[in-house]
């Protein structure tokens, strides 16, 4: 069902991680434009699931490239990894931000709790703004673990519409207690939807830095 080519996903999370932005991601007829990534790189990376090694609850993330890995933050929110690099590396992409495309009322509908008293509606920026937002404005949960993103498993899959290439910023990841200074998150330049505060550590037309 995907129309991503497999090889894309199966290399370092730090080459893979730009190269998603672009991309939709897709649960049944919800979809959106991934704008924000970051990349978490197992063993090499204190901020990786799997820097430990291997548990029941990052078992995913050690699996074949293309595989969706979704954990609780905090016992609170899913959030939806992309799972790249050789199988048993343990490495994988964050998705942090998406710009709504389809099934835009269903995700004001699943976000509703999130509305402030003083406002309506979700306003549309908002409503796939951070990895916990995004999952629950999409319908993505826990029971997604393992969802092959190539072959649609789950209903949920990634999908390469031929947009041009975006124009991409690069800095460090947010929301770390450790390995901080790793600039190891990318964006799109100019999306609403990319966590507040971002700063670009990268001029403008530079190298990736990885």
Request: glycine share 12%; net charge neutral.
């Amino acid at each position: 069902m995907s129309s991503v080519d497999p090889a894309l996903l199966a290399r370092d999370a730090r080459l893979v991680a730009p190269d998603l932005l672009g991309l939709v991601l897709r649960h049944g007829s919800r979809a959106g434009r991934i704008v924000e990534v970051e990349a978490y790189c197992g063993a090499e990376d204190p901020a990786a699931h799997t820097y430990r090694g291997r548990t029941a609850r990052n078992a995913t993330m050690f699996g074949p490239a293309g595989l969706l890995y979704v954990y609780r933050s905090y016992g609170l929110h899913w959030c939806a990894n992309v799972v790249c690099g050789e199988e048993g590396e343990g490495v994988a992409v964050l998705i942090r931000a998406l710009e709504p495309l389809a099934g835009v009322e269903e995700m004001c509908t699943a976000r509703a709790a999130a509305r402030r008293p003083d406002a309506p509606t979700v306003r549309r920026r908002d409503l796939c703004r951070g990895p916990g937002t995004l999952c629950q404005a999409l319908g993505i949960t826990g029971s997604h673990d393992g969802a092959d993103l190539l072959s649609g498993d789950r209903d949920v899959w990634l999908d390469d519409d031929r947009r041009p290439p975006p124009d991409i910023e690069q800095g460090v990841r947010v929301g770390l207690s450790v390995a901080v200074d790793r600039p190891w998150r990318w964006w799109v330049r100019g999306a609403p939807e990319v966590s507040r505060g971002h700063r670009s550590i990268v001029p403008r037309g530079g190298p990736t830095v990885v």
